[in-house]
């Protein structure tokens, strides 16, 4: 066994163990592997034990890797899914509209209207989920909290995109009982956006460190890295 595919059967492992603690089903969290700054091989790897939905956060280094594994694809097995997880400047949206299967960071409608725009014809709309950020962290991209559901409204009516959800990445709690109030915040607001009328699915919170909290928020997907594909040599 190579050790990513152990990596993953433990993180496989921590995620069934927090829906059984949260009392849900293990099919209800959906596992992102970030595999930002890790190499071709190192995706290949672990799509050969099973994994098939990635995150990446550098757009140039992403689109080279997504051209460099298009062999990996059906009749040789399942499909990759690309995400998008890091910021997207106005100079990236053609790339991310034309490689990418998802996007998690938008926060702004300019953003959203040019990754519209620019979504080929031949691909499925793009799926998008809004940046929140909770806590105020002054260095994070991120939407306030009272500003996204006015822009959901928006973004939810443009034509080659297909609003999910809401993603978040709050500040490193102290403690698993602050994690899990920190991620209850954007869980609140998920619901209050789905109350209002959005048919969002996608809960996108959640990473190896604090992964067990946010399932006990209600997350529906994790973003995972360094717990599959070990410590980057490069800051995130
Ligand atoms: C790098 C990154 C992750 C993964 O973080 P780990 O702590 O390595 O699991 C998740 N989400 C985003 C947005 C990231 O940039």
Redesign the pocket.
Known sequence: MTMIETNLQTVRARMAAACRAAGRETSEVTLLA?S?TFGPQAVAAAWAAGQTAF?E?YIQEAVQKITQLRHLSPPSGPPLQWHC??PVQSNKTRLVAQHFDWVHTVDRLKTAQRLSEQRPPDLAPLQVCLQVNVDGGATKSGLRPQEALALAQQVATLPRLRLRGVMS?PEPAPDFLAACALFAEVKALFDAMNAAGLALDTLSIG???DLEAAIQAGSTLV?????IFGG?SRP?
């Open positions: 970030v930002k995150g956060n997880i890091g990445i990473m190896s460190a973003r995972v890295g360094t717990a980057r995130a």
